[in-house]
């Protein structure tokens, strides 16, 4: 996440986060309506952008989220179900918020009358009702006899969110906003009971917002002979640390307001340059509870004797008044020392950009050692040798570190197109499951945010054109949901991303004749069924018949395969008629710093991706067939491919060559190149227009001293090369 | 259902509450306790150790009682018995002090 200077932006990108995290839950309430966390994550999601909204004056988006939000809390108290109009719903609510969080309270006229139209549908699920009145309503609902709990029971089902003794280490739901405490005074009118309320019940809600030090008083409890038995007398201050705002805690009493006194003090503003771990003194926070006036704390004041019992001797204050005012100081104390610790000790956030300069320096700096090697080496100083190889440890650390702090699971990429599959199987009548695996997969960052449409073209073609009709599919006895897989997995230094569906498959002889009819291949060329498929990556390319809303948005299959071979990827097809089709796209992992063995070709420097090599060989001590250009690999028949020629460079003594045995996990294959020097680590920079077109080259490199050398595309070089020597 | 039973031939003189310290019972409840007060001299207590069911208003009884016995000057105590953790749960969770001291901690 990006930190910014503005915290209004700050808000909106955290805000963008929450809304995924909405469109997630909504998704996997639309597969499971039963889901409790589904519906706890939408509740708390759309809580906290309402919460933090407020702080920056949103009052368009704050209003229309807490209907939203009440929506869920009657979901959540069991008193809306969860229905397919509830995700529709869901869903359109979370895309107005996102339009209102960019527009801000500037919205357009159309915006905030989608907005009226949105709420109209929401009130109609229950929306505006709030959360807390539907808990004790139902809770006493039983009449007037109502605030009966039973013992045993209410701190049952409580403890674990709101005791007396919980601390500020119970982690609210919503840590990634930032906690505040809060001081939430209670003071119920005495006919409470008799409307059926249930304070401890209000109390069992505020506990669910965060932590909470519950102390309640008796101070008002008169004798019996006094005493209507009927009515409320004890009073609470409850110590809130919660990241859910005022807004939310005063939710809680809504329905008690007319009759309650309800006031909510913010005592701890949980900010991160607050490193001051001391409370108030225990008469200031008497004084600012109004637990006794300001004129007795100065007179109790100049005793000198322990003000606490001071103030009690006098009879300005009870005991319990005394023992909660220095609960509630230990409390603070304790969150403010702990804030501390996990300020210090956990973790904080770096913007992408500084990350990226990281790992850019990290890069500079993994050639610039192994600049210093190839020279130390050079000039035979053992000296320098030494140190290079001390070095080299440490680059590595540095290099893997900032690589890993670059990574991120591909979930925040996969999570996105549930609703992207959920649309479009809506609007082409079809019926799609998606299924997601391997979605804790983790690549760079920029990777991810590179994939994302190249992933969301070929998603869209899936389901647009792979999978058939519910009524073609019954016809051809499948079920009439189709299926869409998205999976990763890693492979050595790669992450294979899988797209698959069980859709009718690619026609390959059709392809090939509309590659023909478009003139990207001669009407009577002879190609694999590989080869025919392949052709769905040529520029200008389409299979469709007609181009859909959907997938028909002048955004070709070569677009894709552009876009993931810049990122050193690469992409295939596979497909069976009336089976589905897979598309296959490996991604490295990260994009900064490669490392690979330098050969020579020709006089120039060429760097194979070490993730690619098998091994190397003298070609002088193999056995081989040079019409065939096959040799024997360890009794494996092993074909060659002789990168001079692919080149055009004059031929080379073969014998004299070095061969390096590459696969691509599909395929094996020799590449002859002339010889072969070190590892080597850089970084990769992008190819010039120039380069950008010649086949087999991936990227440049700038090695140690200076001279260039050219990345080979070893993925691209074993299909041509297996290609090759079939003819 | 309101149950009460003083018992004056005891030391202390005990009042034992059963069933139900509820809303429900809790004037009746009220009535019985200021009945025993009225006949406890220097010490009662009183027995919840058979309450069944138990509540927000019966705690304030308790407290009530606890007021009055300090008005009176009389020496109060609470038996919670079998009953110690339940009642000690529901203070807990209320944020309030035990009165009697005898409820579990």
Partial sequence: ??????????????????????????????????????????????????????????????????????????????????????????LQARDHIGALLATGDAAAEGLLEEGAELEKRLLALGGGEDAAGADAGAATGGGPAAGATEPAEAPATTAATATPDATPDDPDADAEAEERTYRVTFVPGEDLFRTGTNPLLLIKELGELGSALVMGFTDRVPSLDSMDPEACYISWDIVLTSSAGENAIRDVFIFVEGNSEVSVQLIDEGSVLDTDISYKRLGEILVERGDIAAGDLEQAMGSRDYLGETLVERGYITPERVESALQEQQYVRRIREQRQVTETTSSIKVSTEKLDSLVNLVGEFVSMHANLTHRAETREDREFIAMGEQMEALVRDLRDLSIDMHMVPVDILFSGFRRLVRDLAQDLGKEVALQIEGSETELDKNVIDSLKDPLLHIIRNSVDHGLETPEDRRAAGKDPQGTVRLAAYYAGTNVIIEVADDGKGIDAEKVK??????????????????????????????????????????????????????????????????????????????????????????????????????????????????????????????????????????????????????????????????????????????????????????????????????????????????????? | MASSRFDAGVAPPTLSIEDELSFQTAADIRVSLMDAFDRASGELRIDVSAVGSFDLTGAQLLYAAGRTAEERGIELTVEYGGNAERFAKFYRFAGLKPLGGEAAD
Avoid: W
């Fill in chain 1, 513 to 727: 004749a509309k590659a023909a009819e478009r003139g990207i291949i001669a009407a009577d060329a002879e190609l694999s069924e590989e080869q025919m498929l392949d052709l769905i990556f040529s520029p200008g390319f389409s299979t469709a018949a007609a181009a859909t809303n959907v997938s028909g948005r002048g955004v070709g299959m070569d677009v894709v395969k552009q876009n993931i071979e810049k990122l050193g990827g690469t992409v295939r097809v596979e497909s069976r008629p009336a089976k589905g089709t897979r598309m296959s796209l490996r991604i490295p992992l990260t994009l900064a710093i490669v490392e690979g063995l330098l050969a020579r070709i020709a006089g120039g420097y060429y760097l194979i991706n070490l993730a690619y090599i098998v091994e190397c060989i003298d070609m002088q001590a193999m056995e081989r067939n040079a019409d065939q250009r096959i040799i024997d690999f360890r009794g494996e028949v092993l074909p060659y491919f002789d990168l001079r020629r692919f080149f055009g460079f004059p031929p080379a003594s073969v014998e004299q060559s070095q061969l390096v045995v590459v696969s691509n996990d599909e395929r094996k294959i020799g590449l002859l190149v002339d010889s072969i020097h070190d590892n080597y680590q850089t970084v990769i920079k992008s190819l010039s227009k120039v380069f950008e077109r010649v086949e087999g080259i991936s990227g440049a490199v700038t090695l140690g001293d200076g001279t260039p050398a050219l990345m080979l595309d070893v993925d691209r070089l074993v299909r041509v090369g297996a290609e090759e020597v079939k003819e």
């Fill in chain 1, 1 to 90: 996440m990006k930190v910014h200077d503005d915290p209004l932006e700050t808000f909106r990108e955290e805000a963008r986060e929450l809304l995924t995290e909405l469109e997630r839950a909504l998704m996997q309430l639309e597969e499971d309506p039963a889901d409790a966390d589904s519906v706890d994550s939408a509740f708390r999601s759309l809580h906290t952008i309402k919460g933090s909204g407020n702080m920056f004056d949103l009052d368009q988006l704050v209003s229309f989220a807490h209907i939203v939000e009440s929506v869920f809390a009657r979901v959540r108290d069991g008193n809306t179900p969860v229905s397919a109009e509830l995700v529709e719903l869901g």
